[in-house]
Structure formats: structure tokens, C-alpha cells
């Protein structure tokens, strides 16, 4: 394909410092990709077992104290608590695409910001419309935001079995999407699924978050130090009425990105490696390979039998989600992308074509971790419409990585071909030749 050299190009190759960022973070998150999915599928079969009630018992056993309303069920634990640390990692993500990654210049950030933002409208107002248009009582309505989350973690996972060679471009262009799916689900939670908020313990909240803040930026990092500042934040914000995964996101927040010129004698961290670097390298393994196959273990356990797969099909929220995940994230990310080329006048970058975004959207489809928390602060945990929407987030997840599959997989010739490019270092150097190019890129690239 000629490209006119004039124009914007999407899906531009990205430097090499940030190509081996990404390529780090995938490793890891299709690591825990495939510990989520046997959660997931663990959970499944003991739900389904005669031992059913041993399962149930399990999720629902009640430990810790009273105070800050922290008597919470094994369930309840792994949703509030080990999600925090899934947020807190999607937190300092966040800051790092906006300070020094892909999303530092507006013009770098206007696609994904674009896609992800059209990926959580259209399954959310697809699923407003089929509610409705089923007939649905009015406390399905609440169920809108569970289509609208993107979980990297298992679309990597989809990648890593079909053993597609997804270019750098395209992979770093799903984690920053992943990324921003994040953020707005967090605002999501934070806004629209508080029930009661104690502004005065939320406003103690800040206290502690604000310690913990002043320690980091002074590269103070001495977990006896954090660590207790980060739980009492966490639990004011729990107390409170709010989400306690919004803490995670709020403490990831505050964590600086840039490393300094000079760093105190009182610092634990090198000078040329920043804070948040060294927090994501520990706590990433943590969040991705036990909080979230944890949370999907207690999350996933969907009684099937006994005519609980006929009752969820049949429910109007269950189909709504399911559309939502397939055909509104595939309209809204496919469109939100194709708009933004259509109003800039930007083309496809070398040896893409517009049927690979249709596989990333599809892969945007897969919805899991935030779908799950979702449906049950939509629903109540354990509730029948829960136990619904958990079987609908399954099905319609595993639904968008089968079309993904099909459609990526007929690419992939092409991605084995731009793979051997990514990887080809005839001088030498450690850094692949085409990178060594496109490091000094024109300006306008996407």
C-alpha cells in the first residue's frame, strides 16, 4: 500500500524503549492470563460438582475485625482488597502512558483515548437499548456498565494459544486502550455504584493518602512505611462508602514516574530508575499472577446445572451483556478508531489493514475482572441476576476471543513477517534495526 507521507499514520511502529516496556508488561499479564483462566475454570467445575456447598461455604466464610466494616466474607476480600492491588498497578500505568508513555503528547493519545472511550459508549448504550427493548424490569438498567472493560490479562491469554505474532504497534496500542478502559471503569465505580458516602471518613482518607504521597515523591520507599499508610487509606475509603479499589487507583496516582538528577541520601532507589518503575516490577507478578485468579476463583463460580444455564440465557441483562462484549465493544472500538481517521485524514501504517483493527476489537471484547466486580456491585453479590450476568460475561467473552481467534489467525503470516522485522539486529547493537529507524519518526505519527 502507498501512504501518502503527508498524512498521519496509524499504528506506528513505537520506539524501542517502549516497545521493551510493553513486551515486559505482556509477559506478565499472559502469565497471569492463564492462571485467571484456571481460576476461572476451577471455579466453574467445583460450582457445578456435588461439593457445590463446600465451595459456597468457602466464598462466603466471614473473617476480620468489625472496625471500618472490615468483617468481610473470603468473596468480599478478594473484590475489595486483592483488586486494590490490580488498581493500584492499572494506577501507575495510568500516570506513566500520560507522563512518559505512548499518551505523553496529545497527538499520540487522541486513538486510543478515542477507541476506548467509543469501546465503553456503544456496550453501554447497547445494552441500555436491549434491556429496554426486552422489556426488562428497571433494575436491569443498573447493569449498564458491565459490557464496557477490556481484561488484558485474558486477551493476552487468547494471543498466547493462538499464537499469533501480534506487531509491537498493535500490542502496545491494546495495553494502552486496556489502560484507559481502567481509568474510566474506576470513575465508573467510583460515581455511579456508591451507594452512601461518609464524607468525613473519606475526607481522613486523605490524610494517610497524602503521607504516603509526600514519601514517594522524596523517593522514600521503605514498605514499613507504605505499607500501613496504604492500608488505612484503603480502609477510610472502604468505610466510607466508596469502592475500596478506588484507593488502589488514587495510591497508584500519587506514585512519580520521572526518575530525578539527584536523589536524597535517604532514598532506597537508584537515580536513573523511577519509583513507579520499582513498584510496578514487584507488585505487577502479585496483581496479575494472585489478586485477580483469586477474585476470578470466588467471582466465577456460576451454578450452571439445575437450570441455571436455561434462566440466565433467558434474562434480559444476561443477553444485553453478552451483546455488549461481542457486537458494542467490535462497533465502538472498530468505529471510534475509524472515525479518528476519517476526521485527521491518517492511514494505516505499512502492511496493516483495517480487518487487524476489527481483530483488536473483538479482542477488546473480552471482558472479565471488572465485568465481574461490576455485575456485582450492579446486583448484589450472589444474587440470581449476578449469577446471570457471571455466565453472560463468561460466554460472551469467550465468544469475542473465538471471533478474534478467526479473524487474527487469518493475519498471521503477515505478523510473522513484521515479527522477524522487530527482531532483526544486523549490527549488533541489542536494538533491532527497524527501531533504530523509527525512533527519529516524523511528527503526527499515531
Given at each position: 500500500m502507498s501512504l501518502n507521507p503527508l498524512r498521519p499514520r496509524l499504528f506506528a511502529r513505537t520506539t524501542w524503549q517502549e516497545a521493551q516496556y510493553v513486551a515486559g508488561a505482556l509477559r506478565t499479564e499472559t502469565v497471569g492470563g492463564a492462571l485467571l483462566l484456571a481460576a476461572a475454570v476451577a471455579a466453574l467445575v467445583w460450582a457445578n460438582s456435588p461439593w457445590f456447598d463446600a465451595y459456597s461455604s468457602l466464598r462466603d466464610w466471614q473473617v476480620g475485625p468489625h472496625a471500618l466494616h472490615l468483617d468481610l466474607t473470603l468473596g468480599q476480600w478478594a473484590a475489595d482488597g486483592l483488586l486494590a492491588l490490580f488498581f493500584f498497578v492499572a494506577g501507575l500505568e495510568l500516570k506513566r502512558e500520560f507522563l512518559v508513555g505512548e499518551l505523553r503528547t496529545p497527538a499520540k493519545a487522541a486513538l486510543p483515548v478515542a477507541a476506548a472511550l467509543c469501546g465503553v459508549a456503544l456496550p453501554a448504550l447497547g445494552y441500555a437499548v436491549t434491556v429496554t427493548l426486552l422489556g426488562a424490569d428497571?433494575?436491569?438498567?443498573?447493569?449498564?456498565?458491565?459490557?464496557?472493560?477490556?481484561?488484558?490479562?485474558?486477551?493476552?491469554?487468547?494471543?498466547?494459544?493462538?499464537?499469533?505474532?501480534?506487531?509491537?504497534?498493535?500490542?502496545?496500542?491494546?495495553?494502552?486502550?486496556?489502560?484507559?478502559?481502567d481509568l474510566v471503569a474506576i470513575t465508573i465505580i467510583a460515581i455511579f455504584y456508591t451507594k452512601s458516602l461518609d464524607l468525613a471518613l473519606l475526607g481522613l482518607a486523605l490524610l494517610p493518602l497524602a503521607v504516603f504521597?509526600?514519601?514517594?515523591?522524596?523517593?522514600?520507599?521503605?514498605w514499613w512505611l507504605l505499607l500501613p499508610?496504604?492500608?488505612?487509606t484503603w480502609g477510610l475509603v472502604h468505610a466510607s462508602g466508596?469502592?475500596?479499589?478506588?484507593?488502589?487507583?488514587?495510591?497508584?496516582?500519587?506514585?512519580?514516574?520521572?526518575?530525578r538528577a539527584r536523589v536524597p541520601r535517604v532514598s532506597t532507589l537508584d537515580a536513573d530508575v523511577?519509583?513507579?518503575?520499582?513498584?510496578?516490577?514487584?507488585?505487577?507478578?502479585?496483581?496479575?499472577?494472585?489478586?485477580v485468579p483469586v477474585f476470578a476463583f470466588f467471582a466465577a463460580g456460576v451454578r450452571v446445572v439445575g437450570g441455571g444455564f436455561g434462566d440466565s440465557i433467558t434474562?434480559?441483562?444476561?443477553?444485553?451483556?453478552?451483546?455488549?462484549?461481542?457486537?458494542?465493544?467490535?462497533?465502538?472500538?472498530?468505529?471510534?478508531?475509524?472515525?479518528?481517521a476519517r476526521f485527521t485524514r491518517a492511514e494505516?501504517?505499512?502492511?496493516?489493514?483495517?480487518?487487524?483493527?476489527?481483530?483488536?476489537?473483538?479482542?477488546?471484547?473480552?471482558?472479565?475482572?471488572?465485568?465481574?466486580?461490576?455485575?456485582e456491585l450492579a446486583f448484589g453479590a450472589g444474587s440470581p441476576r449476578d449469577e446471570h450476568v457471571k455466565l453472560a460475561v463468561l460466554l460472551g467473552s469467550l465468544a469475542a476471543a473465538a471471533l478474534a481467534t478467526v479473524v487474527l489467525r487469518t493475519r498471521n503470516r503477515v505478523y510473522r513477517r513484521l515479527a522477524e522485522l522487530e527482531t532483526r539486529d544486523d549490527d549488533g547493537n541489542g536494538i533491532p534495526d527497524c527501531f533504530e529507524v523509527s525512533d527519529v519518526g516524523p511528527e503526527g505519527r499515531h
Open positions: 428497571g433494575d436491569a438498567l443498573r447493569g449498564w456498565a458491565i459490557p464496557t472493560a477490556t481484561d488484558i490479562a485474558f486477551a493476552l491469554a487468547v494471543l498466547a494459544v493462538i499464537g499469533t505474532h501480534l506487531p509491537s504497534a498493535l500490542r502496545s496500542f491494546l495495553l494502552t486502550l486496556a489502560v484507559v478502559d504521597a509526600w514519601l514517594v515523591q522524596r523517593r522514600i520507599a521503605r499508610l496504604a492500608a488505612l466508596i469502592h475500596a479499589t478506588v484507593a488502589g487507583v488514587l495510591l497508584g496516582l500519587v506514585v512519580p514516574v520521572k526518575p523511577d519509583v513507579a518503575q520499582r513498584f510496578e516490577h514487584r507488585l505487577r507478578p502479585l496483581s496479575a499472577g494472585l489478586a434474562d434480559a441483562a444476561a443477553l444485553a451483556v453478552m451483546l455488549g462484549l461481542v457486537l458494542g465493544k467490535l462497533v465502538g472500538v472498530f468505529g471510534g478508531t475509524w472515525v479518528f494505516l501504517d505499512d502492511d496493516l489493514a483495517w480487518w487487524d483493527v476489527v481483530g483488536l476489537s473483538l479482542l477488546a471484547g473480552i471482558g472479565f475482572t471488572v465485568s465481574l466486580l461490576v455485575g
